[in-house]
Every structure is written in structure tokens, then in C-alpha cells.
């Protein structure tokens, strides 16, 4: 009651304090910067590696395990994880909050660079990275149903052209999809002269556009797991015709 009596006695004063408090706080609101949708960075420095071909186990030991053992003595690291996938690998550097991000990518840049020689030489150059909350995607479409994956691609193109038009929009990016397609032009009469049916063809290239998965045991080492992908050569067209043509040769 002693603060209310006295705020009571005096309002002269405390309408003079209340005055001043939402005039500063009026000037304060107008000078701190907002943004609808703030960069908020991370302490994680995120490194990522492409080998082509090679299986999560292979990934884990022979990219993940030489890169974690360099992370783990960089200053201020405090965890290191990594996730291993077919052909590819993320490795994620957890730093303190107060540690500054922008030397933690330096220093994750040197480690690269010093146990690059250590990784595969097929494996593609590692891609440092930070976590910014602007990175991550707003906004996740998800197209399926196609048995045709050149029309599920025609339509994901459109929607990224769509989107990538609408103001505001940074980038829209198709995932999912392999880079290379393989379009066979059939010439029909030939098809007829040789006797050879289309489907006979599409067979061929469906047939032998495969992984085949086949574990080595290298004595010392242990098992090795690879996977060959088999490719549809000229003699494979050639022997269609021939079971065809057993006359000739």
C-alpha cells in the first residue's frame, strides 16, 4: 500500500514516468529490426559427400569414419554425427552457442582439405555448409503414381517453373529423379525387315538397366560389397536378332 499511496500522493510524477517509459519504448520498438521470417543460423556446420556406387557400410567406413576422427579435435566441436546412405553421406559439427560460426566453417573447410587424401579418389569433393533456418524448405510437394517417370518429371518441371514465378519464392528444387534418361528412337520398318517386336526391345533395356548387388571377401580385409550396373550393349541388340535369324550370323 506504501507504493500506492506514494504513486497516488505524487501522480504528478508518476504520470511523468509513464510518459517517459512509452516514449522510450515507442523509440526502441522503431529502432529494432524485424523481419517476418528472421535468418536464424545454427551452431551446425553440415559436410557432405557423393561416392558413387558405394553402400551405407562402405560410406560409414570408408568417408565417415576418417572425417569424424578429424572433426572431433576441431576447437569448439562438441559432437560429431554422421548418417550413411547409398552413395552418400552427412556429417553434421555440433558447436557451442557462443562460438562463431563463421570461423567454425573456416575451420571445417582446413579439416576437409587436410583428410581429403584419406577418402576415395572416386568419391566427389565434400560440400561445407551451414544451418540456417532459411535453408529449410517451407514448403515439401510430393508427386507419385507415374508409370511413366519421364511424364512425372515433365509435370514436376512445370510446378518448379510455376513456383519459382510466384514473387517472393528463393528456389524450388526436384529430387528423386535420375540425371540421366535413357530415350531409345526405334525405326518401325527396320523393326518389321529384322523381325523384331518392340516389346522385345523395351525388354532389353529394362532388362539390363539394373544394379547388381555382389559381395567380394578380399582375404585381410573382410567383405567388400559393390554394385555393377548393367549396361545394354550393341551385341545384346544383335543376339535378339539372331535368336530371330538362327540361319545367319
Not at 47 to 65: I, T
Not at 112 to 127: F, G, K, M, Y
Not at 130 to 140: G, R
Request: hydrophobic residues 45%.
Amino acid at each position: 500500500m506504501g507504493i500506492v499511496s506514494t504513486a497516488v500522493g505524487k501522480f504528478r510524477t508518476t504520470l511523468l514516468i509513464m510518459v517517459f517509459l512509452v516514449i522510450m519504448g515507442s523509440l526502441g520498438r522503431a529502432a529494432m529490426p524485424i523481419a517476418s521470417n528472421p535468418n536464424i543460423t545454427f551452431p551446425w556446420v553440415f559436410v557432405s559427400v557423393f561416392l558413387e556406387g558405394a553402400s551405407p557400410e562402405d560410406m560409414s567406413r570408408l568417408v565417415a569414419k576418417p572425417m569424424e576422427n578429424r572433426f572431433l579435435r576441431l576447437e569448439g566441436a562438441e559432437e560429431v554425427r554422421s548418417t550413411n546412405s547409398q552413395s552418400f553421406t552427412t556429417l553434421q559439427i555440433q558447436y557451442d552457442v557462443d562460438f562463431d560460426i563463421d570461423q567454425a566453417i573456416l575451420d571445417v573447410e582446413r579439416a576437409v582439405s587436410e583428410v581429403r587424401n584419406q577418402l576415395p579418389p572416386e568419391a566427389e569433393d565434400p560440400i561445407v555448409r551451414e544451418a540456417a533456418d532459411n535453408d529449410m524448405p517451407i514448403l515439401v510437394y510430393s508427386l507419385y503414381g507415374f508409370s511413366n517417370l519421364r511424364v512425372g518429371y515433365a509435370i514436376a518441371s512445370d510446378i518448379q517453373e510455376r513456383f519459382e514465378k510466384i514473387p517472393g519464392v528463393l528456389g524450388v528444387e526436384i529430387g528423386g529423379v535420375p540425371e540421366e534418361l535413357l530415350e531409345v528412337e526405334v525405326s518401325k520398318s527396320k523393326l518389321e525387315s529384322l523381325g523384331v517386336s518392340l516389346g522385345e526391345i523395351a525388354a532389353a533395356v529394362r532388362n539390363n538397366n539394373v544394379l547388381i548387388p555382389q559381395v567380394f571377401k578380399i582375404l585381410g580385409l573382410g567383405n567388400l560389397q559393390l554394385k555393377f550396373l548393367a549396361f545394354l550393349k550393341q551385341d545384346k541388340m544383335y543376339s535378339i536378332y539372331q535368336s530371330k535369324h538362327p540361319d545367319q550370323k
